[in-house]
């Protein structure tokens, strides 16, 4: 099978994030002006219930099938047998998440309003077990996830706008969710049952086998659920609704952009399988590991920085001036999200593919408790700030426990020379956005060249430092321009 291309890989996965979370920020200011707050609640509410399902739905399933999916992809038998035997294991917790659910609403007298959403909610359930997404995974199959997505997305959009027109039209706009979130699972289904293997529901004994792993990935699931959302289910118990909402907007924005980061490195789990299954290949998974790490600290660090010194233009922008408190907990979380995104790294580029899942469990589990303790302590005496602070340490935790462990796997380490090149551009950053916050402009002028000449000036700053990498892009991006260059010339001088 020819080997795809990790960049093109990751720029198609981190364009289809940014579209998932770009299409619901524009339909937002419509929907929670037609719907109102009382239909915002009611669907917002009702996602979360159904969440929870999904989470149980899905077990450790997809990561549990990319890592030894991706091992078998060459064996047409085996893949097929193997995507059939965990296709068959996600339908049977598919169905026992269902029978949860039937249970939980009957049983619940103060869900029976919300029933007809959730239900309708709840088809993503299937829609998302019967994609088996996973698959396109193993094979690498980015391109076709995100043209799937994007054109999903697109129809969901102006579907919103055209059917949702008033607050009775809020079980129209459950269905454009339903549709929006997992309708493309339906092509999904088709294309791979067509391109790669024709799988299908089996029940024998070879089922047994995959449990155990999969289980202690759920496992870990929970625990990182735990420890992401204990800081604002204690502030909402120790504080008020009014600080919940607070942070409730530092962390959307941390969250965006963590997800569009972590998008990139979701593809390289495929790959990072296939060096481990060959103790041979010791040698080019070192180097692979040790280029995206040392590529991965240039995106990060810069993105946390210019991210802190924005938090108020951003903030402003997404929730306007009376969030304007939540700033100084976002600029903690800037913090955060680079261990957070250096952690996943870890996880998902080596302790999984050498199936080390209790390792990672271990580790999450401790990142949680502190979080939950330290949460208790000091949201009491800090608030807001204190539960952004509390994220920050368990991130960092984290990311100390999987470093130590990935280092019986792989030697790596971060280049001197690139931290030094990522300083000096770092600081870019902030002297061009103090520059162009003395200028005046208003706010979208002020973000957009923020972002615009910052990086520029990064990239500036890193090629004239002599940043290998930086260099090596350009020489790349420069034979290119003189190749199409060269051809618009062939083509003039033949006419």
């Not at 920085?305 to 922008?317: A, F, H, P, Q, T």
């Not at 940043?467 to 010339?489: P, Q």
């Amino acid at each position: 099978m020819r080997i795809k291309s990790l960049k093109i890989n990751a720029i198609l996965n981190a364009l289809r994030t940014i579209l998932g979370i770009l299409f619901p920020l524009i339909t937002f200011p419509y929907i929670s002006r037609v719907l109102n707050v009382e239909g915002i609640g009611n669907i917002n509410f009702s996602t979360s219930i159904v969440n929870y399902f999904i989470l149980i739905a899905g077990l450790g399933i997809a990561t549990y099938g990319i890592r030894e999916g991706s091992k078998y992809r060459e064996d047409d038998n085996r893949i097929e047998n193997f995507i059939s035997e965990v296709f068959s294991i996600n339908i049977l917790s598919t169905l026992f998440s269902y029978v949860l659910l039937f249970i939980i609403l009957i049983v619940f007298d103060n869900l029976h309003k919300y029933a007809l959403i959730i239900l309708i909610l709840s088809i993503q359930i299937g829609f998302t077990t019967l994609g088996v997404g996973w698959v396109c995974n193993v094979y690498e199959d980015f391109l076709f996830i995100t043209i799937r997505s994007i054109i999903v997305q697109i129809i969901s959009l102006f579907a919103t706008f055209i059917f949702v027109r008033n607050i009775n039209d809020l079980l129209i706009y459950a269905i454009i969710l339903t549709i929006a979130n997992s309708g493309a699972n339906i092509l999904n289904y088709f294309y791979i049952k067509k391109k790669y293997c024709n799988f299908s529901f089996v029940l024998n004994s070879n089922l047994k086998k995959h449990i155990i792993p999969i289980l202690t990935i759920f496992s870990i699931s929970i625990a990182m659920n735990i420890y992401v959302s204990a800081d604002t289910t204690i502030l909402g118990i120790l504080k008020s609704d009014y600080e919940v909402g607070i942070y409730s907007c530092s962390v959307k924005v941390y969250t965006i952009v963590k997800n569009i980061i972590a998008s990139v490195l979701l593809v390289l789990i495929p790959r990072f399988s296939i060096l481990f299954k060959d103790s041979e290949m010791k040698y080019e998974r070192e180097k692979l590991f040790n280029n995206i790490l040392n590529i991965l600290s240039m995106l990060v660090i810069p993105a946390s920085v210019g991210l802190l010194v924005l938090s108020k233009d951003i903030i402003l922008l997404i929730s306007g001036p009376n969030y304007l408190s939540a700033v100084p907990s976002l600029q903690i979380l800037c913090i955060a999200v680079t261990f957070s995104l250096f952690a996943y790294l870890f996880t998902q580029c080596i302790l999984l593919p050498v199936m080390q899942e209790k390792l990672i469990f271990i580790s999450t589990t401790i990142s949680a408790i502190i979080n939950i303790v330290l949460n208790i302590i000091l949201i009491p005496m800090f608030g807001v700030n204190a539960a952004a602070f509390t994220t920050a340490i368990a991130e960092f935790v984290m990311v100390m426990f999987t470093m130590i462990y990935s280092r019986n796997y792989v030697k790596f380490k971060l280049c001197n020379k690139n931290i030094f090149d990522i300083f000096c551009g770092s600081v870019s950053i902030i002297l061009v956005c103090m520059i162009i916050f003395s200028l005046n402009l208003n706010l979208y002028q002020e973000i957009f060249s923020s972002i615009l000449f910052s990086a520029f000036t990064y990239v500036a700053t890193l090629f004239l430092v002599g940043n290998t990498i930086i260099r090596e892009w350009m020489g790349i991006l420069i034979k290119k321009v003189k190749k199409i260059n060269g051809f618009k010339s062939d083509d003039k001088y033949e006419k």
